[in-house]
């Protein structure tokens, strides 16, 4: 990759647009659910199973659920996409308020 390419991807991907928001991990096996928020969706299922995958998840119920069942009985769900230009400098709080409010609709352990 050259110089000029180089930029022209650093470029593309400031200008990308992100998607705050909710998601969840279930255990089609078990029926456990896990839930978080991200400040940009589209990093989370690669940054989570990948840790999954290599042993050293953080979240100690999710890891030993993965270990138990297997990668195939893993599914990653978007749950809400919040609007960040319409939320301003309320983002984070929204974020907070709509993981706990999905984490006590669905039973959801908090990631």
């Not at 969840?24 to 989370?44: F, H, Y």
């Not at 907070?96 to 006590?104: L, P, Q």
């Amino acid at each position: 990759m050259d110089r000029t390419q180089r930029k022209a991807a650093l470029a593309e991907y400031r200008e990308r647009k992100v998607e705050p928001g909710i998601f969840a991990i279930r255990c089609t096996a078990s029926g456990e659910v896990w839930a978080g928020r991200a400040p940009d969706l589209s990093t989370v299922p690669n940054r989570v199973f990948f840790t999954l995958r290599q042993g050293g998840n953080p979240h100690r119920s999710l890891q030993a659920a993965w270990n138990a069942h297997g990668a195939d009985s893993f599914v990653f769900e978007l749950l809400e996409v919040l609007d960040p230009e319409k939320l301003g400098l309320g983002l984070d709080r929204e974020l907070k308020a709509c993981h706990e409010h999905w984490t006590g609709r669905l039973g959801a352990t908090r990631i």
